[in-house]
């Protein structure tokens, strides 16, 4: 239930005009008014003007004078502490708005430290705030006339009080406020405070007790309505003699906890605080053990015992739960109740209106039994003859206009009266005016409408409630489908691990009537599914015809059909430590024959992370009886034209691989020459889920085993993977890698052997071993790009399975945790192959731009570029078009031989890469497996 009030400020402006005269001194206007909000420009350091206002509500507080108001806006504030002062007849006023008929609040004080605190001050008002804390929610120390009205205090944790009033000081008051109490802690505590008041409020609680006076004489309760869970509910101790109890409501929750304290009293006043102290006019509600009163020590189980032993308690009543519900303010008193029409109008203390602002009314179906035969009720609350509690509407829709609705006011009547309601139906027709609590209404037009209703009951200012939902009205015709193909994005079903599960979001769809169900044509021959839950798993990436077709629950369809590109996400890479995956000379394996292949299982049950969406491998053929290649390619779907590995025989031949994942979660590594053995290492994976993320560097060198760069010695490389060398191992720093960051998680090397003595491997990386990063025959110049993991001491090891050898090493890039590109993995497509081009092969010091056709943006891109029929030694270099070419090479070949190399090439602002031959002719083939951007 949401309620509205709506208020009107007026004001004037006087303007003096002189007219050929001198001008005179005019006196700046007094500032009655301060300001304070936290949602639009603000300053502490200003003056608190309505334009520029303080931003926390103790900036203020610091500088207000006597008949000051400081008004705060909507919003959450800080606690804050007031020391200066009013005077008699001008007061410090603290105020902010109060909503709807039940005094809701639209400023808060929150926090842990005190509310608000009220330190030696005299003459201030607080008003209409909402305060919490788990301290006091209010402290007033030692201060003088004090008027605290419409406040909602709660506190989490003190154990001395929500509302705290201690000191030398007198005339505080409490009015028409809710006071919450801790758990633990009294709900109000006065200590030593003169003639403090407490009327119209609702407290309650669990404190023993829950008010608790002491050393405070003069102290008056009028009008309230208190409820605890169990326990004493009000005391009197020491020298609080004078008080005076009448017109409340006292006792405990329905609720009751059976591990109350038995026979503890409702109202208990010491021996030293009877002297003058006044009790009538009250309801109380003992527990199922406890007593109503205990005076000077003595329990009275009665208020006519009470009143023969002492005087007081006269027309007090013991009432039952039936008849008050502490527990609801809004409907506090029931009908038959004995607190109506039967409390004293002249009690000490007593309002004009009850905490609700309405004054005292007569209900005509009980006797006045009150003072003078008053009609006031007893407590916080005036029963009234209508209760408005709140507004539903509907049916909500959709549907169709004309669409009929209603609006009912849910209220509780306790004897009959003329009520009258205004319904708004927010479609811009004229309000509806009645007498009866429901209306109906038919709306003509499309549109989501707020219905709003205001109950005017006579007793109060008017209350507007605003219905729970809105009311949707649709234009007629059949449905209108919208969607969108979404990459499956949660855990359930298995599925949708899988790097081409998609799923159809329709929710975009409009219908004049609720739509009963879906049929989705994924357009890639499979049946059509009515599930918007189970994902679909597309075989290849492409652009698929959608057809998705709704039907609504009285039967009308309607369809949409649109081309939909169908693709990888793009994804970081979470690095890892290289794996070795299969090995085909070891285990159950057998060399791979021609036209077979290898599954390797990524994901669920596999390597790598369960949605993993690309795998990054290296795979070496191990001595060939014959020439071929090496294909590695999503699983699941036919070898595509793309080669990886190209061997001769008995050659070993590595080379890194960037593959994307197929649907059926599978990489296949296929084989079109001579039977051959297989090593496959894991080197890592890409996750569109989490990871780092890739940035280019300029291409250059930094080691070299042939001149010292890098800072190794001159010399061909000897340390042996997984032993100590008598000769200095060799190993680069990533800190003293250019431009790569001290966060970089990983680095992209192309590194070349060169001069090997002996077959053998070299591995880059913990060194260690285990894995390979490039293997070689005895003077065999070979490359291969690596992807290093920075190790705890961030240092990247070069060893060797056997032999001596030199180590070229140029880096190409790093990935970064915090900023960089994504990478998106795409099926294996040829870019470029100058076998078949009309340009030939490229010559000696020639180079060709190629274009990838990416999505603009694209920053970089995943090769496998293969050199062939090569008329000498030479070697190729990849770089972003329209840059200058580096000095690094990334394919190294002899004359006459097929060798192919990843390579990770930075594109230019067109999307393209050249590539250049150092020496003799050579022809290049070029296919890509992803490409890299910014997100």
């Known amino acids: 239930m949401s309620t509205k009030r709506i208020t009107g400020l007026a004001g004037s402006v006087a303007l003096l005009l002189g007219l050929g005269l001198p001008s005179a001194a005019v006196a700046a206007e007094p500032v009655t008014t301060l300001y304070v909000s936290n949602s639009a420009p603000c300053s502490n350091q200003g003056v608190g003007s309505k334009e520029l206002p303080f931003c926390q509500i103790s900036a203020a507080a610091l500088i207000v004078e006597p008949g000051q108001t400081v008004q705060v806006t909507p919003g959450t504030y800080n606690p804050a502490r007031i020391v200066r002062s009013g005077a008699p007849g001008k007061p410090i006023t603290f105020t902010t708005e109060r909503t709807g008929l039940y005094g809701g609040s639209s400023a808060t004080i929150s926090g842990r430290d005190i509310g608000l605190q009220l330190s030696g001050v005299h003459d201030v008002a607080i008003e209409n705030f909402t305060i919490t804390s788990t301290d006091n929610a209010l402290l007033i120390e030692n201060s003088t006339d004090i008027r605290l009205d419409t406040l909602n205090l709660t506190s989490y944790g003190a154990l001395d009080g929500a509302v705290r009033i201690a000191g030398t000081g007198s005339g505080v008051t409490l009015s028409r406020s809710l006071v919450s109490g801790p758990r633990q802690g009294t709900a109000v505590q006065v200590d030593g405070v003169r003639g403090s008041t407490f009327t119209g409020n609702q407290i309650f609680g669990w404190g023993l007790p829950l008010i608790s006076v002491k050393d405070a004489p003069n102290t008056t309760l009028t009008g309230n309505s208190v409820s605890q869970q169990c326990g004493t509910t009000i005391r009197f101790a020491g020298a609080s003699a004078g008080a005076a109890v009448h017109n409340n409501v006292i006792g405990t929750l329905p609720q009751q906890d059976t591990s109350c304290p038995v026979h503890d009293p409702v109202l208990e006043v010491a021996a030293t605080a009877t002297a003058g102290t006044t009790v009538g006019y009250n309801d109380l509600l003992p527990g199922p053990s406890g007593v109503p009163y205990r005076w000077a020590d003595t329990d009275y189980p009665t208020p006519a015992a009470l009143t023969t032993a002492t005087g007081q308690g006269g027309h007090d009543a013991l009432t039952d739960r039936n008849s008050v519900q502490l527990g609801d303010e809004l409907t506090a008193l029931q009908p038959g109740s004995t607190a109506i029409d039967s409390a004293d109008p002249n009690a000490p203390g007593i309002l004009a209106t009850d905490r609700f602002g309405r004054s005292a009314l007569d209900d005509p179906q009980v006797a006045n039994t009150g003072a003078g035969g008053s009609s006031r009720d007893r407590g916080a609350f005036e029963l009234v003859g209508t209760v408005p509690l709140g507004l539903t509407d509907g049916p909500a829709g959709p549907a169709p206009y004309p669409y009929t609705t209603k609006a009912t006011v849910e209220i509780q009547s306790n004897w009959p009266e003329t009520v009258n309601y205004l319904y708004d139906f927010g479609d811009g027709s004229a309000p509806v005016a009645s007498t009866k609590p429901e209306a109906e209404h038919s709306y003509t037009r499309s549109g989501r409408f707020e219905v709003t209703a205001t109950v005017t009951t006579g007793y109060a200012a008017p209350v507007t409630f605003t219905g729970p939902q809105r009311i949707t009205v649709n234009e007629p015709g059949v449905p209108k489908v919208s969607f969108e193909a979404k990459h499956c994005a949660v855990s359930t079903p298995d599925s949708c691990f899988r790097p081409l599960a998609y799923v159809i979001d329709p929710s975009a769809t409009t219908a004049a009537w609720p739509i009963a169900g879906y049929t989705i044509d994924y357009g890639d021959g499979s049946a059509p599914t009515d599930s918007l839950t189970e994902p679909h798993l597309y075989a290849v990436p492409g652009d698929y015809k959608i057809t998705v077709t709704a039907k609504d629950n009285h039967g009308q369809t309607g369809s949409l059909t649109k081309t939909v590109t169908i693709g990888y996400q793009a994804a970081r890479y979470p690095g890892g430590s290289h794996i070795r995956l299969i090995d085909t000379r070891t285990g159950d394996y057998t ?202 001491d961030r240092t990247i090891w070069f060893c060797t399975g056997a032999g001596k050898l030199h180590v070229v090493a140029d880096i190409f890039g790093y990935y970064s945790p915090k900023s960089g590109s994504l990478f998106t993995p795409v099926p294996p497509v040829r870019l470029t192959d100058t076998r078949e081009d009309p340009a030939g092969s490229l010559h000696a010091d020639q180079w060709r731009a190629v274009a990838t056709k990416l999505p603009a943006g694209a920053t970089g891109a995943v090769l496998n570029v293969t050199a062939a029929r090569s008329t000498t030694g030479s070697y190729l270099t990849l770089w972003g078009d329209g840059t200058t070419r580096p000095g690094t090479s990334n394919v190294n070949f002899p004359p006459g031989r097929i060798v192919a190399n990843h390579v990770t090439t930075p594109l230019g602002t067109n999307g393209r890469f050249d590539i250049y031959n150092r020496s003799g002719d050579t022809d290049a083939v070029v296919d890509m497996f992803g490409y890299f951007s910014k997100p």
């Not at 299982?601 to 795998?615: F, L, P």
């Not at 020439?627 to 390619?633: E, I, N, P, S, Y």
């Not at 042996?720 to 720093?733: F, I, K, N, Q």
């Open 591 to 792: 060399r791979l024959g021609s036209g077979s292949k290898l599954t390797v299982k990524v994901g669920q049950g596999g390597r790598g992370g369960w949605r993993d969406n690309a795998i990054v491998l290296n795979v070496t053929a191990v001595l060939p009886s014959g020439d071929g290649f090496l294909t590695v390619a999503p699983g699941g779907v036919p070898r595509p034209n793309s080669s990886n590995v190209n061997y001769t025989k008995g050659s070993i031949v590595p080379n890194m691989v960037t593959v994307p994942v197929g649907s059926d979660g599978t990489v296949a590594i296929w084989n079109t020459g001579s039977p051959l053995d297989v090593v496959v290492d894991m080197i890592g994976s890409y996750n569109p889920d989490y990871g780092s993320y890739y940035n280019p560097l300029e291409p250059s060198r930094v080691l070299d085993t042939r001149d010292g760069t890098g800072g190794v010695k001159v010399g061909k490389l000897t340390s042996v993977c997984g032993h100590t060398s008598s000769e200095p191992e060799t190993a680069l720093r990533m800190s003293d890698l250019p431009g790569v960051p001290a966060d970089a998680t990983d680095v992209v090397l192309n590194v070349t052997v060169t001069e090997p003595e002996q077959p053998g491997y070299l591995s880059v990386g913990n060194g260690y071993g285990g894995t390979s990063s490039l293997n070689f025959v005895p003077g065999q110049t070979v490359a291969n790009q690596v992807i290093v993991s920075a190790e705890s």
